[in-house]
């Protein structure tokens, strides 16, 4: 292989290495992943349930405020009573007391029952802080074995960004800027390997593909590439294409 075709073919898996080894140090690493959702569902549902035992919580209040006001009104509305002179005076008056006394029976109706749904909210929430601690404590517990991996991968990381500066070192200046404009189009890698097609029992030519997007390529475009370890890119992705070395 021509030594700048092999040394693209580093630069590329070293850029994919780095970008593996930045994910694991940025993002939650693999073996977090399950206890890490776990964590947060739990965690929400804490939350949730907090807002219900405060919600409760406020609705009895306005309730039991209800309560008090209808029996303002009743204590006003019985002390009227010796006051009123007419009959139909004192038919409203009546009136008017049994709406305060069947808002008062409502309301306290009301109050109890929410009293009863904070209670109810109140223990589960408790009952689910309390088996919280465990997936607490062994989030944190990973937690800390994650911050105690981070700076080897660090290290790597730092490596890589070396290797790779050291790999384009060795590259011409212009093929760089060419691999590396190939690269913002394509950030999962601006190299594509060749792969013959297999076409069990076919027969004729044989036919080799861009791994990447499938397009055909000449044959002797791979012969050039084989032999020459010539850069060419593919026809219709553009990916600077290479041929695996059978393993020796
Ligand atoms: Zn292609």
């Known amino acids: 292989m021509n030594p700048n075709l092999a040394t693209v073919v580093e630069l590329q898996q070293a850029i994919l290495h780095l970008r593996g080894a930045e994910q694991r140090l940025h993002g ?5 992943r399950e206890l ?10 804490i939350d949730e349930l907090e807002l219900s035992v405060e919600d409760a919580a406020r609705e009895r209040r306005t309730a039991e405020s209800a309560v008090a006001d209808a029996q303002e009104k009743l204590k006003k509305y019985q002390q009227q009573i010796n006051k009123v002179s007419t009959q139909r005076e004192y038919g409203a008056l009546l009136q008017e007391i049994d709406t305060a006394k069947a808002q008062i029976a409502a309301s306290e109706e009301q109050a109890l029952s929410l009293l009863e749904r904070f209670e109810q909210t109140q223990k589960e929430l408790s009952e689910k802080r309390e088996s919280f601690k465990d997936v607490e404590e062994r989030y944190n517990a990973e937690l800390a074995r994650w911050e105690g991996e981070k700076p080897a991968v660090a290290e790597q990381v730092e490596q890589l960004h ?3 500066a050291a790999l384009k070192e060795r590259l011409p200046k212009g093929l760089v800027a060419q691999y590396e404009r190939i690269r913002e189009r394509h950030p999962n890698g601006a190299l594509a390997r060749i792969r013959l097609l297999e076409r069990p ?6 036919e080799w593909h861009c791994s990447a997007c499938n397009y055909r390529v000449r044959p002797q475009v791979v012969v050039e590439i084989k032999n020459n ?3 060419v890119q593919c026809d219709s992705c553009k990916r600077i294409l290479y041929v695996e070395e059978a393993p020796a």
């Open 162 to 164: 070396g290797r790779i």
């Open 229 to 231: 370890g010539s850069l």
């Open 28 to 32: 939650i690493p693999d073996w977090m």
């Open 201 to 206: 029992g076919a027969r004729g030519p044989r």
């Open 36 to 45: 890490h959702d776990e964590h947060a569902a739990r965690k929400a549902e």
